[in-house]
């Protein structure tokens, strides 16, 4: 698509040629540039993306020549990958610079959907940290807990809230980030709908809305915890003047990054103690971005957690034994089951994520593992897909391309095997999800909610 100024909204080109000065041209033309197309690697995985070029503020980033149909390609679907604007990554930085990642931490991404940011911060943390990844929509919650799945990881919890309910956790959470719903001015280049929508009014709407949302959330983090805070727009509505708001409102303190001549021009804006950093397209191989790291200085109450005199429900000792033998490291887990549903999750975790189940709307937590039916244990999508998946537990039975495409369309498969009972479906030795193997046929288990729709 060709931009002009012209092309531009009358009052946005206005704010971004005052904003940019003689740099304005510039920004123009590389809104008519080929966005740069990016995914982030699993590091849990395997890929075949790692000779990529690399993006050079991200461990995890790469660069692809040309958009591929990532619908089409199995990876994508077993969590080898997630699709993310590079620009969006520099989270990374935030949280390698700013956040101690070897202690335990209690994290929350509180605008979480789809789940980009999530997957790339459970990547950071480590095994003893909890991620709860949240999303205020019903429907794209349920799309944040298939892409948390995907991902493979057990120490994430998936809630379905507005911000002000984390009001119910004072002082949990160690960092906080706040990838805050915004007018979208840094996605006109691939998203021309976002520009069609853009307005003065909705500027203003959304730097409201966003106010609101620190200020509901403002609680829940500690004394000296963190806040990062982003968007993917321009507009200092948006962005330093909701800082100086905050400044205002609380004692914070704003964190400088490091930044690397080699990563391009990242534009550090720096005005009466509030720092930001902006990425525009001209001057960066993304899009349009802003984040600011943030200090919270003062006193604050805190949630104590102890374990409940009545907790979660064990599986009886049949079943969880058998869905042990499933697992790597069965020992640092703890397993129980609601109704027909056996899932696991980190037994030092067990009281925090009973705390969340009280306070919170819980989509998820841990990783389901099986499901009890009819005296039958049933292995779980999510296990298939979990990092904590004993593949010496169940034969697996390798897909070519085509027969890959068609087992992630729900659809019948005809493939000999000597074999019956569960097995791990894979490609190029990478787990896509189950099959039931009877002596005349193969019972395609992949989700039909998660099925590709696109014809082949």
Same mark, same amino acid.
């Given at each position: 698509?060709?931009?002009?100024?012209?092309?531009?909204?009358?009052?946005?080109?206005?704010?971004?040629?005052?904003?940019?000065?003689?740099?304005?041209?510039?920004?123009?033309?590389?809104?008519?540039?080929?966005?740069?197309?990016?995914?982030?690697?699993?590091?849990?995985?395997?890929?075949?993306?790692?000779?990529?070029?690399?993006?050079?503020?991200?461990?995890?980033?790469?660069?692809?020549?040309?958009?591929?149909?990532?619908?089409?390609?199995?990876?994508?679907?077993?969590?080898?990958?997630?699709?993310?604007?590079?620009?969006?990554?520099?989270?990374?930085?935030?949280?390698?610079?700013?956040?101690?990642?070897?202690?335990?931490?209690?994290?929350?991404?509180?605008?979480?959907?789809?789940?980009?940011?999530?997957?790339?911060?459970?990547?950071?943390?480590?095994?003893?940290?909890?991620?709860?990844?949240?999303?205020?929509?019903?429907?794209?919650?349920?799309?944040?807990?298939?892409?948390?799945?995907?991902?493979?990881?057990?120490?994430?919890?998936?809630?379905?809230?507005?911000?002000?309910?984390?009001?119910?956790?004072?002082?949990?959470?160690?960092?906080?980030?706040?990838?805050?719903?915004?007018?979208?001015?840094?996605?006109?280049?691939?998203?021309?709908?976002?520009?069609?929508?853009?307005?003065?009014?909705?500027?203003?709407?959304?730097?409201?809305?966003?106010?609101?949302?620190?200020?509901?959330?403002?609680?829940?983090?500690?004394?000296?915890?963190?806040?990062?805070?982003?968007?993917?727009?321009?507009?200092?509505?948006?962005?330093?003047?909701?800082?100086?708001?905050?400044?205002?409102?609380?004692?914070?303190?704003?964190?400088?990054?490091?930044?690397?001549?080699?990563?391009?021009?990242?534009?550090?804006?720096?005005?009466?103690?509030?720092?930001?950093?902006?990425?525009?397209?001209?001057?960066?191989?993304?899009?349009?971005?802003?984040?600011?790291?943030?200090?919270?200085?003062?006193?604050?109450?805190?949630?104590?957690?102890?374990?409940?005199?009545?907790?979660?429900?064990?599986?009886?000792?049949?079943?969880? @034994?058998?869905?042990? !033998?499933?697992?790597?490291? /069965? =020992?640092?887990?703890?397993?129980?089951? *609601?109704?027909?549903?056996? #899932?696991?999750?980190?037994?030092?975790?067990?009281?925090?994520?009973?705390?969340?189940?009280?306070?919170?709307?819980?989509?998820?937590?841990?990783?389901?593992?099986?499901?009890?039916?009819?005296?039958?244990?049933?292995?779980?999508?999510?296990?298939?897909?979990?990092?904590?998946?004993?593949? @010496?537990?169940?034969? !697996?039975?390798?897909?070519? /391309? =085509?027969?890959?495409?068609?087992?992630? *369309?729900?659809?019948?498969? #005809?493939?000999?095997?000597?074999?019956?009972?569960?097995?791990?479906?894979?490609?190029?030795?990478?787990?896509?999800?189950?099959?039931?193997?009877?002596?005349?046929?193969?019972?395609?288990?992949?989700?039909?909610?998660?099925?590709?729709?696109?014809?082949?």
């Amino acid at each position: 698509m060709s931009f002009q100024a012209a092309d531009l909204p009358a009052s946005f080109a206005h704010k971004m040629q005052r904003q940019l000065g003689n740099a304005f041209p510039d920004f123009v033309n590389s809104l008519s540039q080929p966005a740069p197309v990016s995914i982030r690697l699993n590091p849990w995985k395997k890929n075949r993306y790692t000779q990529l070029a690399s993006i050079p503020w991200a461990s995890q980033g790469r660069y692809l020549a040309e958009r591929p149909v990532f619908t089409l390609d199995p990876f994508f679907h077993a969590g080898s990958y997630y699709v993310q604007e590079a620009s969006s990554m520099f989270l990374e930085q935030a949280l390698r610079q700013c956040v101690d990642l070897h202690k335990p931490l209690h994290v929350l991404d509180l605008c979480a959907a789809p789940g980009g940011k999530s997957t790339h911060m459970i990547s950071l943390l480590n095994n003893e940290s909890l991620l709860v990844t949240n999303e205020v929509i019903r429907s794209r919650a349920a799309i944040l807990a298939e892409n948390i799945q995907k991902w493979g990881c057990h120490n994430v919890a998936v809630t379905n809230n507005d911000p002000e309910d984390f009001q119910r956790l004072p002082g949990f959470f160690d960092v906080i980030v706040v990838d805050a719903p915004c007018s979208g001015e840094g996605l006109f280049r691939k998203d021309p709908e976002a520009m069609r929508e853009w307005s003065d009014d909705n500027v203003v709407l959304c730097s409201r809305r966003q106010r609101r949302i620190l200020s509901d959330i403002w609680p829940s983090l500690k004394e000296n915890g963190i806040l990062v805070y982003s968007t993917c727009t321009y507009n200092p509505e948006e962005n330093e003047e909701n800082l100086a708001w905050l400044k205002q409102e609380h004692d914070v303190e704003f964190l400088k990054l490091r930044l690397d001549p080699s990563w391009g021009n990242i534009v550090e804006a720096e005005q009466g103690g509030i720092v930001g950093y902006h990425f525009y397209p001209h001057l960066v191989q993304g899009e349009g971005f802003f984040i600011s790291v943030i200090r919270k200085n003062e006193s604050s109450d805190m949630m104590r957690i102890k374990n409940s005199k009545a907790g979660f429900q064990s599986p009886i000792k049949k079943i969880q @034994e058998q869905v042990q !033998s499933w697992i790597v490291d /069965p =020992d640092a887990l703890a397993f129980i089951q *609601r109704d027909d549903l056996v #899932q696991f999750l980190p037994a030092d975790k067990v009281a925090e994520v009973e705390l969340l189940s009280k306070n919170l709307r819980l989509i998820m937590a841990g990783t389901f593992a099986a499901t009890v039916k009819n005296n039958k244990i049933i292995p779980e999508h999510a296990l298939a897909l979990s990092t904590q998946l004993n593949r @010496e537990a169940f034969p !697996s039975l390798a897909l070519n /391309p =085509d027969d890959a495409l068609h087992y992630l *369309r729900r659809e019948t498969l #005809q493939i000999p095997t000597s074999h019956t009972g569960f097995t791990l479906m894979c490609h190029e030795d990478i787990p896509l999800g189950w099959g039931n193997v009877l002596p005349n046929r193969i019972n395609n288990l992949y989700p039909a909610e998660w099925r590709i729709r696109m014809s082949l």
